[in-house]
């Protein structure tokens, strides 16, 4: 694989750890994400990091999602297996 030789990824262009995410409706997570992946499809009901009001997203299994969150909810999240990007 070639690599494009105008665009060359920095350390904030990529994942350095994952964690898995328990859903919980009353606790933050201890880190805001850089993104989030889930191994099952379905809906993960959310709240974004610059926003008060929860969200529900639909997301496909094995695909990163460029959502910066600070809390999965368990109540609305039909996915499984969710995995926090930092």
Same mark, same amino acid.
């Given at each position: 694989?070639?690599?494009?030789?105008?665009?060359?990824?920095?350390?904030?262009?990529?994942?350095?750890?994952?964690?898995?995410? +328990? /859903?919980?409706?009353?606790?933050? !997570? &201890?880190? %805001?994400?850089?993104?989030?992946? #889930? *191994?099952?499809?379905?809906?993960?009901?959310?709240?974004?990091a610059?926003?008060? +009001? /929860?969200?529900?997203?639909?997301? !496909? &299994?094995? %695909?990163?999602?460029?959502?910066? #969150? *600070?809390?999965?909810?368990?109540?609305?999240?039909?996915?499984?297996?969710?995995i926090?990007?930092?």
């Amino acid at each position: 694989m070639a690599i494009n030789p105008l665009y060359a990824p920095s350390h904030s262009d990529v994942v350095g750890r994952m964690s898995d995410i +328990t /859903p919980d409706d009353s606790t933050d !997570l &201890a880190e %805001v994400t850089r993104g989030l992946r #889930v *191994n099952v499809s379905g809906n993960v009901k959310l709240m974004p990091a610059a926003q008060d +009001t /929860p969200v529900t997203v639909y997301m !496909l &299994a094995g %695909v990163d999602y460029p959502y910066m #969150v *600070n809390r999965v909810y368990s109540t609305g999240t039909t996915a499984t297996g969710i995995i926090g990007l930092y």
